[in-house]
């Protein structure tokens, strides 16, 4: 499990290089030495009550310490409350997704959570859309985390992807517990087939199934001009009898620690021919580029992966022959393939809510190994002989 820890910005003379390590006394100045045995003083005193790590308590300006040790602290002692207010021992579910916090399909999810009465709900998600971006992580830089006020529910909007939210979400470094269930969506637009492996909802759930924490992807199959926002009411209404399912099997240590489940909701949700198990095929949108002249031109592709075409323009414009200091392309849709058997995207077309088990690994065909099997080991025979 990767670890968090939260950062503060310093000035260059008095900047900690590991946790606990102060400038050198050259460095300091009276005032400033002054301020650095109150902070030694501060950190002693609330490290074992604040859960963020202790390199965040290393701030200049010792007025900025006391403010900030103040609201943390009401924040860790306001959740911890939350969860003593909550009658029983209620499992702890965590949301995110890839559309952003805001995101009809999220709100949905959590209101219907919230509603059952049954589970003490978390939620930790992308401060914007993050459609499409996969499995990807930030590595390099740090991430912003912000309080959003959702009812019913503890929640923050985080800068960074899915995948990101997931790990931060789980760490004990933002929450003081590991949720029990971690689920990703409601997403705008079916995950089958080959979407799976471009769906930052799934990343979501997969980094969750990474770390040991049982995890579901949940999609919606929005087609414009048939679908509306209540319909994520409806999907979520729909999935909250497989999520209490599954909670319940995890409280008996019975669910499986070997997959994630991918649930997909078609889009007549009302008149749903009920859950069905179903295996990814391999069904996707064939997608293009075409050079355009500027952002405005051509039509936008959705996070759907459907072309929002009334802001298309017509087809077939020439390319300026002006040679530009960059190069613009758009991606747009070209046609897709469908596999015409029992996989998801086949049993979704046909009004079935479906449960599709996912792994981490995805193993090539049997034909394709053997064909690789016989055929490495001729290729140190080939390059032998060519010497």
């Known amino acids: 499990m990767v670890n968090w820890s939260t950062v503060s910005t310093f000035p260059d003379h008095c900047r900690p290089t590991s946790i606990f390590q102060f400038p050198p006394k050259q460095h300091l100045t009276k005032s400033?030495?002054?301020?650095?045995?109150?902070?030694?003083?501060?950190?002693?005193?609330?490290?074992?009550?604040?859960?963020?790590?202790?390199?965040?308590?290393?701030?200049?300006?010792?007025?900025?310490?006391?403010?900030?040790?103040?609201?943390?602290?009401?924040?860790?002692?306001?959740?911890?409350?939350?969860?003593?207010?909550?009658?029983?021992?209620?499992?702890?579910?965590?949301?995110?997704?890839?559309?952003?916090?805001?995101?009809?399909?999220?709100r949905a999810l959590v209101r219907v959570l919230v509603s059952a009465n049954r589970f003490h709900v978390l939620v930790c998600a992308p401060d914007c859309e993050k459609s499409a971006v996969s499995h990807s992580i930030t590595w390099r830089n740090p991430v912003s985390v912000k309080r959003v006020d959702?009812?019913?529910?503890?929640?923050?909007?985080?800068s960074g992807t899915p995948a990101d939210c997931t790990s931060l979400g789980i760490s004990q470094d933002l929450f003081p517990s590991i949720p029990d269930l971690v689920i990703s969506g409601i997403n705008m637009g079916s995950n089958c087939g080959y979407h799976v492996v471009y769906s930052g909802t799934v990343g979501g759930a997969r980094e969750a199934f990474f770390n040991g924490v049982p995890a579901v992807s949940m999609s919606y199959d929005w087609v414009g001009g048939?679908?509306?926002?209540?319909?994520?009411?409806?999907?979520?209404?729909?999935?909250?009898?497989?999520?209490?399912?599954?909670?319940?099997?995890?409280?008996?240590?019975?669910?499986?620690?070997?997959?994630?489940?991918?649930?997909?909701?078609?889009?007549?949700?009302?008149?749903?021919?009920?859950?069905?198990?179903?295996?990814?095929?391999?069904?996707?949108?064939?997608?293009?580029?075409?050079?355009?002249?500027?952002?405005?031109?051509?039509?936008?592709?959705?996070?759907?992966?459907?072309?929002?075409?009334?802001?298309?323009?017509?087809?077939?414009?020439?390319?300026?022959?002006?040679?530009?200091?960059?190069l613009l392309f758009r991606r747009e849709v070209r046609g897709g393939q469908v596999e015409n058997d029992d996989t998801d995207y086949c049993t979704l077309r046909e009004g079935y809510i479906t449960v599709t088990p996912l792994g981490a690994l995805s193993p090539p065909e049997i034909d394709g190994y053997s064909y690789f099997r016989e055929w490495l080991p001729t290729v140190a025979e080939r390059s032998s002989s060519a010497l």
């Not at 959702?150 to 929640?155: D, P, Q, V």
Request: glycine share 6%.
């Open 150 to 158: 959702i009812s019913g529910a503890t929640a923050f909007a985080v």
């Open 226 to 326: 048939k679908s509306n926002v209540s319909d994520f009411t409806l999907a979520a209404e729909a999935c909250l009898p497989i999520i209490s399912a599954i909670v319940a099997e995890i409280k008996n240590q019975n669910y499986p620690q070997n997959c994630f489940l991918n649930i997909d909701v078609p889009t007549d949700v009302v008149n749903n021919k009920g859950y069905r198990l179903t295996r990814q095929g391999k069904s996707i949108v064939k997608m293009g580029w075409r050079q355009v002249i500027s952002d405005a031109q051509g039509g936008k592709m959705l996070s759907t992966m459907t072309m929002e075409t009334a802001s298309a323009s017509p087809g077939g414009e020439d390319v300026p022959s002006v040679q530009q200091e960059e």
């Open 32 to 106: 400033s030495a002054s301020a650095c045995v109150k902070r030694r003083r501060l950190s002693s005193q609330f490290s074992n009550k604040l859960w963020t790590p202790a390199s965040e308590l290393l701030l200049y300006k010792p007025l900025h310490l006391r403010s900030f040790l103040a609201n943390r602290y009401h924040t860790r002692r306001e959740m911890e409350n939350s969860r003593s207010d909550v009658s029983g021992d209620r499992p702890t579910v965590m949301v995110t997704n890839d559309d952003g916090i805001d995101a009809p399909g999220l």
